[in-house]
């Protein structure tokens, strides 16, 4: 009976101390406000900032990779090649048309054998199946390059303005193929997205649309597009993340600084400078993250001035006023 006396004890011992440190949690979960004198705030560089609310569209990640635009320059450099065959085809086959003008004339006349008519209109026919042949040998490469690349980076490549194919030689813009997850699409009214290698979304550079991709990765299995970009750190070959605006109505809310929030007990948590000498503590269910910190849909209003300095230091001030103080002996 003494044992289990003991053990009875025991047991509401450590209940008691569970309730004991589940209500000290509670009190601070519910404890809100900390008053600071306008000097200690001075001294702590408690900086605020004012909230003004912002339209914000939530986004996915995707991912894709830097292309190597050699393929994309032969296809240039064929091209030239077959509209330069095209052109001497062309001027060979206007002088043998000419020619064999001349030539049905002086044999008509009766100064040329038709042996020479016949021969002039067997170089002709030569010519001009000559001319046939280079101008289906361009028709081929513009096919290949529409396949491989699509309308635009095509023209981009084989028409006489080649500045938009130079951005590319020069380096000054760098080309990229996203390939977005299955069951996602890529928004009409987007002409913009995030990237960067790293996977890094503070570090994020823009990157421009061109045009949708005419063939997909194997691997993701959804749609493709093709992007540029000025991001000077890409090279061909590199994996790139991507992150791209959902198709779902844009949300209102607020963009904080990564400073502005801080974790306890597993929770989000904002102090809000209510008076000159007043800060309340609020809970964020809901943020999501940003190249410029976190979207906050809820919990926080405009005009409200948000601590985005001393955050950490009003919470350490708030749980050493949770500290009970000991009796004087």
């Known amino acids: 009976m003494a044992c289990l006396f003991t053990l009875t004890m025991l047991c509401s011992t450590w209940v008691h101390a569970e309730d004991d440190t ?8 519910e404890q809100t406000q900390i008053n600071l004198s306008t000097d200690i705030q001075k001294s702590s560089a408690i900086e605020t900032l004012t909230l003004k609310p912002i339209s914000y569209h939530a986004e996915f990640v995707a991912y894709g990779k830097v292309l190597n635009i050699q393929s994309l320059l032969a296809l240039r450099h064929r091209y030239l090649l077959a509209l330069t065959d095209q052109r001497s085809s062309q001027a060979r086959f206007q002088q043998s048309e000419q020619n064999i003008n001349r030539q049905q004339d002086l044999y008509s006349s009766g100064v040329t054998s038709k042996r020479s008519l016949q021969e002039q209109q067997a170089q002709w026919q030569s010519n001009h199946a000559q001319v046939d042949a280079a101008h289906y040998q361009s028709t081929a490469i513009t096919d290949e390059a529409l396949l491989l690349w699509g309308k635009e980076l095509t023209n981009w490549a084989l028409s006489n303005d080649h500045s938009k194919l130079d951005a590319f030689l020069s380096g000054r813009q760098k080309l990229i193929q996203i390939t977005l997850p299955s069951h996602h699409h ?4 987007i002409r913009t997205i995030d990237v960067e290698v790293s996977g890094n979304r503070s570090k994020a550079h823009k990157a421009e649309f061109i045009s949708a991709a005419t063939h997909t990765e194997l691997v993701a299995q959804g749609e493709s597009y093709f992007f540029q970009s000025s991001d000077k750190n890409l090279l061909p070959g590199m994996a790139i993340s991507a992150w791209i605006p959902e198709q779902s109505s ?4 607020f963009i904080i600084p990564k400073s502005a929030l801080i974790w306890y007990m597993d929770q989000a948590l904002v102090y809000i400078k209510t008076t000159e000498t007043t800060f309340s503590r609020l809970v964020l269910s809901h943020y999501t993250p940003t190249a410029d910190g976190y979207f906050v849909p809820d919990t926080l209003s405009t005009n409200q001035h948000l601590v985005i300095t001393g955050a950490q230091m009003l919470l ?7 500290i009970p103080k000991e009796d004087d002996d």
Do not use: V
Not at 186 to 189: K, S
Not at 316 to 322: D, T, V, Y
């Open 316 to 322: 350490s001030e708030e749980l050493r006023g949770q």
């Open 186 to 189: 890529l928004a009409n009214t």
């Open 22 to 29: 589940a209500t000290e949690q509670q009190n601070l979960i």
């Open 250 to 253: 844009a949300m209102t809310g």
